[in-house]
């Protein structure tokens, strides 16, 4: 996946300040909620410069969802990389997910569910480039899950299936946390975890 440029401690540029205004109306509101215009006025910029950095609002809605990309998968890697790897960075990835989902990452906003999620529900044509795009950053998570399994020293099988377990451990806790209010789901998801890590390592 593509990378957005990086966020530095400099004042936000207008394409960057574009692209933040437009993830918090997008993350809060939807996508199709919210209008051009909405976004110019909450981020104080002129529409002429907006189409100077972007030629549509999908490609806006693109450069978004890249941007997201970066900030949740630096966090959530950081996180998970700052054990040791495999059970411990399994653990710490649904540690990690109760600590968003009860509001306590600042970097994310308040928790309002998996914008990738929201997003591609939006689009839901697999070869539009913003569905594309979210599926490309499941992935990617998916992979970091990989990299801890693969510690575990499991058969080929064995990992394929844990991974694919653990994702969708990891999305319906995501979704019971947004739609069912469950703040305690990460880690009622971990408790499930713990157990088939120590089936699959025995």
């Known amino acids: 996946m593509p990378q957005p440029e990086v966020l530095s401690d400099m004042p936000l540029d207008k394409r960057q300040q574009l692209i ?23 981020s104080a910029i002129a529409k002429k410069t907006l189409y100077h950095h972007f030629a549509s609002k999908d490609e806006l809605v693109e450069a978004v969802v890249l941007y997201r990309d970066q900030v949740f998968y630096q966090w959530l890697s950081e996180r998970v990389l700052a054990v040791e790897m495999g059970k411990a960075g399994i653990c710490a990835l649904f540690m990690a997910l109760d600590d ?16 990738f999620i929201n997003v591609s529900a939006e689009f839901t044509d697999a070869s539009h480039p913003v569905h594309r795009l979210c599926a490309e950053h ?28 653990l994702c969708l451990l990891k999305e319906g806790a ?17 408790k499930v975890v713990e157990q088939l890590i120590e089936i699959e390592t025995h």
């Open 138 to 165: 499941k992935q990617r998570v998916a992979d970091l899950i990989a990299q801890q399994v693969a510690a575990l020293g499991l058969s080929e099988a064995k990992a394929a299936y844990l991974v694919d377990t």
């Open 20 to 42: 933040s205004t437009a993830f918090k109306l997008f993350y809060f509101q939807s996508v199709h909620g919210v209008g051009i215009n909405q976004i110019l006025q909450e």
């Open 174 to 190: 995501i979704v019971s946390a947004q739609l069912r209010g469950d703040t305690g789901a990460a880690m009622q998801a971990l």
């Open 100 to 115: 968003w989902f009860n509001q306590r990452v600042p970097q994310l906003c308040e928790f309002r569910g998996c914008f």
